[in-house]
């Protein structure tokens, strides 16, 4: 290492990455607070399809809580989750994440947001 980087000695990074603490160019974004955790997701995922419940009713707009029987525990770490994720605000997020966001994103909200259309699925799948 270090006898081939690219790195551009004339470069000023000045900034650090919220979500990974990286430095990084980046101009600020909205972004929340932390990054799409996969874990959390896999998670609600899980607790769903144990419990015969769809995603939509444990998660998202249309959750209802009031209706399902959550554990405790799994409850708190999800209003912990949602208070973090959908809290949005202007930060410096380095592309790295950004683009890690997005595919968390794609894998686990688009498809909430259109369910018919599959397009967008396989064309991830081929990259
Ligand atoms: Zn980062």
Request: aromatic share 12%.
């Amino acid at each position: 290492m270090g006898n081939n980087t690219k790195k551009n000695k004339t470069l000023k990074v000045d900034k650090t990455c919220e979500w990974c603490y990286k430095p990084t160019n980046m101009p600020s974004v909205f972004a929340s607070q932390i990054p799409i955790l996969d874990w959390v997701e896999d998670k609600i995922n899980l607790w769903c399809a144990e419990n015969g419940y769809t995603r939509d009713q444990v998660w998202g707009e249309s959750a209802s809580w009031d209706e399902i029987e959550i554990p405790e525990e799994l409850e708190m770490e999800l209003m912990v989750y949602d208070e973090l994720i959908f809290t949005i605000k202007k930060k410096v997020i380095c592309s790295e994440c950004l683009s890690d966001d997005d595919k968390m994103w794609k894998k686990y909200y688009l498809n909430d947001l259109d369910k018919d259309d599959t397009i967008d699925w396989s064309i991830e799948d081929i990259n």
